[in-house]
């Protein structure tokens, strides 16, 4: 199987005011079989993430892209959300051949229009998709330098989890289907991995201690 559809701690980010945005898809991830216990059932979900274009925010003192992301089910039943926005996105409605299999990939590194909402619950702010249009037409807007994909089930991606923001690493790590994919293994040596690389920096960041020799004081 394939593609194939059928905690920022620091200063708080300014939120988006509500409108309608350019941006392009810049990030595909599998986010494996969930469980979804409102309903009782599970399903396999990925993420998709945009870029925002012209809105940057700053992190640590370094400006950085603005991004919003969207979950999804791998289905494309008359009354998924995936249909729809996919459909609204691309302009046209899914012909029945590609209702059998639509390769989600195709849509990475393209261009769209959001419209962004601002909502708030328990008493936070958030920024929600509210819907995806294509662009005007005549509007032509170029792809990204650097997108990426991320399939638990094409080991060929797995370089990829690195990329993944740590919130949904979170995620993927609940995903019910680590161990038939084999990608627990993998998860298991990244994050030993970066434990080792974490240690190895404490180390060089450590101020060593300078002790005179007994016979050299200098009083």
Known sequence: MSMIASDNGGTPIPKLQNGV??????AMIDLGVQENEQFGKTQRKFMMIWTILGEDIEIDGKKQPRTINKEYSFSLHEKSTLRKDLQAWRGVPFK????????LTTVLNKACQLQIILEE???KEYNNIAGIMSLPKGMKVEGL?????????????WVN??????????????????????????????DEMMKE??????????DTEIIAPDDDLPF
């Open 21 to 26: 945005y350019t941006a392009v898809s810049s």
């Open 145 to 157: 330098a650097d997108t990426y994909f991320f399939d638990m089930t094409n080991a060929e991606t």
């Open 96 to 103: 029945n051949e590609e209702l059998k299999g639509f390769d």
């Open 161 to 190: 989890y690195c990329r993944v923001p740590n919130w949904i690493k979170d995620k993927i790590k609940k995903a019910k289907n680590l161990e038939t994919t084999g990608f627990d293994k993998h998860i298991k040596e990244y």
């Open 121 to 123: 619950k328990n008493n």
């Open 197 to 206: 690389q974490e240690v190895k920096e404490n180390n060089t960041n450590t």
